[in-house]
């Protein structure tokens, strides 16, 4: 009975922004492959890494693949327990958070756990002659350890009253991008189906991996403008990053914009969760013009990213063009269209 309710929650919770999921998938597709229709085993084997959480029906399978393999769908399921618990987040897109519900609690954690290993039993079982099967375990692995590395640098960085916030910048915020959103949202699924195809070459990893960085850091700022400016009907949460003192991109931004005044401002409403700290907090960004910065910024990324992806050689533009678009249409709601 555990085992169903658990798998059902992190699929839910992980399904957030499923247009660019599927964008994802479909480029990984388009790199095994292009316009070449995939072998079902390798068709499957892309729902092992952590973006692509669609849940996989029986009757959808192809024959060969058993119904286990639902649970492959679910590793972002595993990041998500373990972040909101650590967080004490209540929320995720708008569900639960899953070590909130009745008889949960800390039991989460073994729970998180369980999904992990579920991964690595479903890969080795059906996996393990594929001539890719060490490096996708490598990867699978990797993709985990980068975003355990994140959580890690997301919990020592954030505000604690002990001068944390004196270090927030846009480096920081930066690394911390790069180590979680960028390899598994975006990296992993799409070097999982190079090494399916054969590709393992350094040089198209590299510019793969510098690839999903762009789009990952613009993926986090988007992220980080939905959690301040956006109803929490659309975007699940309700200015979390301030209540719990994150290294947002609009915190960082403000900081740089602020003047001594402003900045202690900031330093004393930041990272408490009280309504009325908040709304200074809120108040001191609209005095700062950070959402305007914000959304210039992400206009300015968006034609830049695009811009890289025209001019590169190593990969398919028209899949990483869709999705850069995938990204921006749910997340980015301002009112100038961007370009």
Not at 203 to 209: C, D, F, P, S, V
Request: net charge negative; charged share 25%.
């Amino acid at each position: 009975m555990w085992a169903p309710m658990l798998s059902s929650s992190a699929a839910a919770q992980g399904r957030a922004f499923v247009g660019v999921l599927r964008a994802v998938h479909g480029t990984a597709a388009q790199l095994i492959a292009p316009g070449k229709q995939l072998a079902a085993d390798r068709r499957e084997l892309l729902a092992f890494f952590p973006t692509l959480v669609e849940d996989v029906k029986a009757d959808s399978l192809p024959v060969g693949i058993p119904s286990e393999t639902e649970w492959i769908g679910k590793l972002q399921g595993y990041i998500v327990i373990a972040d909101d618990l650590v967080d004490g987040a209540e929320l995720r897109r708008g569900l639960p958070a899953w070590h909130t519900l009745p008889g949960v609690g800390l039991h989460a954690i073994n729970d998180a756990f369980i999904i992990h290993m579920a991964m690595n039993k479903v890969l080795h079982r059906y996996f393990r002659t594929e001539p890719s099967y060490v490096r996708l375990f490598e990867l699978l692995n990797e993709t985990i350890f980068y975003a355990v590395i994140s959580q890690n640098y997301e919990c020592h960085n954030g505000f604690t009253g002990e001068g944390r916030f004196d270090a927030f910048d846009h480096a920081m915020h930066a690394a911390q991008a790069r180590f979680k959103i960028s390899h598994y949202s975006f990296y992993s699924p799409l070097a999982a189906a190079m090494h399916l195809a054969g590709l393992s070459d350094s040089g198209r990893h590299e510019a793969l991996w510098r690839m999903a960085q762009d789009i990952g850091m613009l993926f986090t700022v988007q992220d980080d403008y939905s959690d301040c400016y956006e109803p929490e009907s659309l975007s699940g949460k309700s200015r979390c990053d301030i209540r719990n003192g994150k290294c947002s991109w609009l915190v960082v931004e403000a900081k740089r914009r602020a003047n001594d005044k402003q900045r202690a401002l900031l330093k004393e409403n930041y990272g408490v969760d009280d309504a009325e700290k908040v709304a200074a907090v809120m108040e001191l960004y609209a005095e700062l013009g950070v959402e305007e910065a914000a959304q210039d910024w992400m206009r300015s990324e968006y034609s830049r990213i695009s811009e890289v992806i025209r001019r590169q050689r190593d990969l398919p533009p028209d899949a990483l063009h869709y999705i850069l678009d995938a990204i921006r249409q749910p997340l980015l709601r301002v009112e100038e269209p961007l370009p």
